[in-house]
Nanobody, 124 residues
Framework: QVQLVESGGGLVQAGDSLRLSCAAS????????MGWFRQAPGKEREFVAA????????LYADSVKGRFTISRDNTKNTVNLQMNSLKPEDTAVYYC?????????????????WGQGTQVTVSS
């Protein structure tokens, strides 16, 4: 089992950058595909980015492609989301998810482990 704790959210202006981090406990972190999802008020949770177990493969939602970068450090049990050129529509609670599987997925129901979320607010 993996326990996840997100950090790094905050209030920023449009065009600014933020770096989210997700710290994982447990000895099986490197066996998990990791993903970032977000949920805005009144909306369903949506996929943002995912990274393979080795970090060699990544997947992004079209809405963040070219602006966000997901990375992981299996020696530190962390996964990060670098967010640049932030827009007001990026405002949401961001969640880190873990999937004990070989393949990357953009489907939230396929992730078994979740953190508590961190709020990102982008003002115009």
């Amino acid at each position: 089992q993996v326990q996840l704790v997100e950090s790094g959210g905050g209030l920023v202006q449009a065009g600014d950058s933020l770096r989210l981090s997700c710290a994982a406990s447990g000895r099986t972190f490197s066996s998990h595909v990791m993903g970032w999802f977000r949920q805005a008020p009144g909306k369903e949770r949506e996929f943002v980015a995912a990274i393979s177990r080795s970090g060699g493969s990544t997947l992004y939602a079209d809405s963040v492609k070219g602006r966000f970068t997901i990375s992981r450090d299996n020696t530190k049990n962390t996964v990060n989301l670098q967010m640049n050129s932030l827009k007001p529509e990026d405002t949401a609670v961001y969640y880190c998810g873990g999937r004990l599987s070989l393949g990357i997925s953009y489907v939230s129901q396929e992730y078994a482990y979740w953190g508590q979320g961190t709020q990102v607010t982008v003002s115009s």
